[in-house]
């Protein structure tokens, strides 16, 4: 029987909020970081805005707290959001400290501004953030001799009583011993067992038709804790991203909010400017008010897309604050100095996930979660922008803290079984497994999308359940593969995201329903499954 590998420290998730929890404990003990494709592929990487933090000197903590509780819609956490923003200027200090080049003016970090924020306090590396976080990170962590990073390797399922067979009579006393994961090169599952474990495998995007995610981004960390019976809340709160490109062959690729925040004007198919409509803020608007205004416009006037235009901005500034942008676009025929960009919402990024103490600790002993697969309360009903790796950053350090103090009291468990694959074999039909890929997709966007309708929930609920039902059947009589273990999380997330929707009968934040349009008072409460 193959040995299983033990560690102190299991990271699952290579972005920044695993890279950035695993330099903080490796000092104590010895750390696996399993990624699933190459170490710097994350959602961080396409990170284009920046790191929100207050650094500014006519800004304050106070505003942003304001300006994050504003856009949470009355379900953020106080304590949860004034710790990320007391902690950003120490974040980005520490980035500074890795060798991170982040953009600069007159010598001072240049800060920007996007929607929902009262002032500029956007620190970024023009439009390419993300790449500059992961670079610096994933730096750090290869030099680092007590971290041994598995490229290529997939959490298949976390390892808990329930493989021990141990019955646990509650919820509450469940513990997390590591995981079962996939070689991708060899086929073969291994055991990783450790004395904690830290989820860090970002989103969910990839749920949906259309979204800004690259395809990482399919919910595993979310439907692996939640089949090992953790708590999940606030799944419902999808976030949309107003301004993806709209072209055939460009895959949802983000334009940045901070294009609007340097003066970019939304008008549609006839030139004519429409947020002043919806919201006094105009462009500036926070994005779920963004968002559902274009998808007004697209269906009032049946167009395929509204516009973004920058061609009144200055041609050599626009070059130079979003060189990715610029150069993306121009692939696709569009020179966004002289041609409005054409644009449609796309799924981004998701509020809710497994939810978390202060400290990042999941409702499972031993389990922490950090980043976008937690629901740490920061985001309430709606991120702000650019708060999305201030959180990772800051509740990574705070779990690593937490965590060197749990391995202490805990040994690493004896007599986990081996990966049981009796009575299965190797597929015959992975046809089966794209089809159904695309057929969850196509609902999600459909029925479960920026508006949304008690008829078009349980529609998609219905259609699910079959959906569940095959994947389920085909899952048991198959060898683990990637596509096929990916499917098998989409549609359990699709299912806890309509679900939860559901249960929620008003409209706040991200979650519009057109059966209860306003936000109800005595509803001002989390979702928790
Ligand atoms: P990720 O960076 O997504 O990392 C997850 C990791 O887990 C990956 O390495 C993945 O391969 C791995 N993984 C997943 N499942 C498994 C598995 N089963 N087994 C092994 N490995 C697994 N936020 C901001 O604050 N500012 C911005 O400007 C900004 N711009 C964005 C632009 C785009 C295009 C996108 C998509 C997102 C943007 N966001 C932004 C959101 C932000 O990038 C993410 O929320 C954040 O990077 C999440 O970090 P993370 O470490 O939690 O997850
Ligand atoms: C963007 O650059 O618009 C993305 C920012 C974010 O998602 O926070």
Redesign the pocket.
């Known amino acids: 029987m193959p040995t299983p590998h033990k560690y102190d420290f299991l990271v ?7 890279l950035t929890y695993a330099l903080k404990v490796a000092d104590h003990g010895s750390v696996a970081v ?4 190459n170490k710097s ?12 933090s207050v650094l500014g000197q006519k800004d304050s903590f106070k505003e942003h707290i304001e300006d994050t509780l504003k856009a949470g819609a009355g379900l953020c956490k106080k304590e949860a959001v004034e710790l990320i923003v007391r902690e950003g200027p120490r974040m980005i200090e520490e980035l500074l400290e890795y060798g991170a080049q982040f953009t600069t003016d007159n010598g001072e970090l240049d800060l920007t501004r996007e929607g929902g924020h009262s002032h500029n306090r956007i620190v970024h590396a023009a439009d390419m ?2 790449e500059e976080v992961e670079r610096v990170l994933v730096e750090q962590v290869t030099k680092h001799e007590n971290i041994d990073i598995f490229e290529h ?3 298949v399922d976390l390892i808990t009583e329930h493989h021990l067979s141990h019955y646990v009579s509650r919820y509450d006393d469940i513990h997390c011993f590591g995981a079962y994961i996939l070689d991708i090169e060899t086929g073969q599952v291994e055991r990783v067992l450790s004395r904690t474990t830290l989820l ?4 969910a ?1 990839q749920v949906y038709q259309h979204t ?3 395809s ?3 919910g ?2 979310i439907a692996m804790a939640y089949r090992a019976k953790a708590r999940i809340a606030n799944m419902e709160f999808i976030q949309f991203h107003p301004t993806s490109l709209y072209h055939s062959e460009a895959d949802s690729f ?1 334009i ?1 909010e901070a294009v609007r925040g340097h003066g970019g004007k939304l008008v549609n198919g006839d030139g004519e400017r429409f947020m002043e409509q919806y919201d006094e803020r105009g462009e500036l608007a926070p994005r779920d008010v963004v968002a559902r205004a274009i998808d007004d416009q697209l269906k009032k006037r049946g167009e395929e897309s509204v516009y973004l235009d920058i061609t009144h901005l200055d041609e050599q500034k626009i070059k130079e604050e979003f060189p990715l942008i610029y150069k993306t676009c121009l692939q696709y025929g569009i020179d966004i100095t002289s041609d409005p960009i054409p644009v449609v919402p796309a799924a ?2 998701i509020c809710g996930g497994v939810m978390t103490d202060l400290h990042g600790q999941t409702s499972i002993y031993g389990l922490f979660a ?4 937690a629901n740490t309360g920061v985001h309430g009903a709606n991120r702000l ?6 959180e ?1 950053l800051v509740f990574a350090d705070r779990s690593a803290k937490k965590a060197k103090d749990y391995v202490n009291d805990v040994s690493i468990k004896e007599g986990i079984p081996e990966w049981d694959e009796s009575g299965t074999a190797n597929p015959e039909e992975w046809v089966l497994i794209s089809h159904n890929k695309r057929e969850l997709q196509q609902i999600m966007w459909d029925y479960v999308g920026i508006v949304r309708s008690d008829l078009r929930l349980s529609r998609a609920q219905r259609r699910l359940r079959l959906l569940f039902e095959e994947v389920e059947d085909f899952y048991q009589r198959t060898k683990v593969s990637v596509p096929l273990c990916e499917l098998r999380n989409l549609v359990g997330v699709g299912d806890l995201i309509i679900h939860s929707a559901m249960q929620r009968r008003e409209s706040r934040g991200l979650h519009y329903t057109t059966d209860y349009t306003d936000t109800i008072d005595s509803a001002q409460r989390d979702t928790i499954i």
């Open positions: 699952i998730g290579s972005g920044s909020a695993g399993i990624t699933k494709k592929e994350a959602n961080t990487r396409y990170a284009q805005g920046g790191i929100a953030t993300g390797h997939f959490a860090a495998t970002g989103g995007g800004t995610n690259p990482i981004a399919t595993d960390g983000l940045s981004h990024y950090c980043g976008e697969v922008a650019s708060n999305s790796l201030l990772a």
